[in-house]
């Protein structure tokens, strides 16, 4: 003031700096961030400070973020960064592909920097609009950095990112003051549209291999991009057809060897249950060939069965016979079962390209729940068999010798 009032034309030589930290979080409550810039130069430099990948970048940290520019007398941005002039503007959404977030992203690209990187690429996904004035230029180059880190294999720095296709290349993504039209950004984003869609690493690995056919060390990812977007993306795509139907057939031969070992083991399952019915069958006849044999012969004074412990002898082994015969098949049929179970899965693991873990589970429960059900309720009935036929033989000596009593 002491200064004004000693030259009272010194206020126009004055700078008049405004603190917006109160008016941006007060309107960050409402869900969404606002932002103003009262000319278009200070919000480009302070565009052009920012690094488009930092999480602490305003831009990433504050979404949705809308910006008021004084000057600016049309809508720029995408659905959650917008520059809007402060009059006769309307809130519209961008009609535009939908990327894939920052995690998805991450999953197919190696971030191996000192920095914070997080983004969204969504939000440099600019819906049309006039991008000829320099604010919507800086805001162009903006998302020409974003969007085309999305491809690389490896991020280090702005200085070294590295594509693996037909050659492994180490490339500095390069930054340029001349700001791409908003057709390549458009071209940007339908590239990393399709490439994340599905099967994003043979889809990146597609276009990477033609990018890197035609490019070398000497120019950045930018130029790259900007010269031979429109080409490997075209012959990617078209690659990319004939390498799902050769992978679809090599899929389904997959799935047919699948689904017969499958079928081995489901009847494995049944071979097992059949094998201990055979075998107990096999042993109840013989039993009663010998029950037969002493009830036929009780009245025989040549054969010594009023011997009554030689009896219990020959019974009393006969009861552990056919105790013993479950207890050693029921531990050879079950680890055969475990042991074969175990390899059927390593091997199909092991050897599967195509059949994704879940789909292979999906087969595996479904082909062998039923087996299984049957042979946790049969195997445990006839072996319950095997051990009351083991208590009769335990039981018929005493039976037999209380027929001889009360025959005549």
Not at 125 to 152: F, K, P, T
Not at 297 to 314: A, P, Q, R
């Amino acid at each position: 003031m002491k200064d004004y009032e000693q030259k009272r034309n010194s206020f126009y030589q004055s700078k008049l700096l405004f603190n917006k930290q109160a008016y941006v979080e007060r309107t960050s409550q409402s869900g969404r961030s606002q932002n103003f810039f009262l000319e278009s130069k200070s919000c480009e430099r302070w565009m052009d400070e920012l690094d488009p990948l930092d999480a602490k970048n305003p831009i990433n940290r504050n979404s949705p973020l809308l910006i008021f520019v004084f000057d600016l007398h049309n809508e720029i941005g995408s659905d959650t960064f917008k520059l809007l002039p402060t009059t006769d503007y309307e809130l519209s959404s961008a009609n535009v592909p939908t990327l894939p977030t920052f995690n998805n992203i991450q999953e197919n690209l190696h971030f191996i920097s000192a920095t914070n990187v997080s983004f969204n690429p969504n939000t440099y996904a600019l819906s049309q609009g006039d991008y000829s004035s320099s604010l919507g230029g800086a805001l162009l180059r903006q998302a020409e950095l974003a969007l085309s880190i999305a491809i690389v294999d490896e991020f280090y720095s702005y200085d070294k990112v590295v594509l693996d296709g037909l050659k492994r290349l180490t490339l500095k993504v390069g930054k340029t003051s001349i700001s791409a039209n908003y057709d390549h950004i458009v071209n940007l984003m339908n590239l990393i549209k399709w490439m994340y869609d599905d099967r994003v690493r043979t889809r990146k690995k597609l276009f990477n291999e033609r990018l890197t056919l035609e490019i070398n060390e000497s120019i950045t990812l930018l130029e790259a991009l900007r010269s031979h977007i429109n080409t490997a993306f075209e012959q990617a795509r078209e690659r990319y057809n004939f390498v799902i139907l050769d992978r679809k057939d090599a899929y389904i031969k997959e799935l047919k060897d699948l689904l017969k070992d499958l079928r081995a083991q489901s009847d494995l399952y049944s071979l097992k249950i059949r094998n201990l019915l055979n075998n107990f069958l096999r042993d109840v006849l013989a039993t009663s060939v010998l029950i037969g044999f002493t009830i036929f012969t009780k009245f025989s004074d040549n054969i010594g069965l009023d011997k009554h412990k030689l009896l219990n002898y020959v019974f009393g082994g006969l009861s552990a016979y056919f105790i013993l015969s479950i207890l050693f098949q029921a531990a050879v049929d079950i680890t055969d079962l475990i042991i074969t179970n175990k390899e059927l899965i390593y091997w199909k693991r092991a050897s599967k390209e195509l059949i994704s873990e879940k789909e292979f589970n999906l087969h595996y429960n479904s082909s062998l729940k039923s087996r299984k059900r049957s042979i946790r309720i049969l195997y445990p009935l006839i072996a319950l068999l095997y051990v009351v036929i083991s208590i009769l033989c335990l039981l018929y000596p005493g039976f037999l010798n209380g027929l001889k009593i009360n025959s005549p």
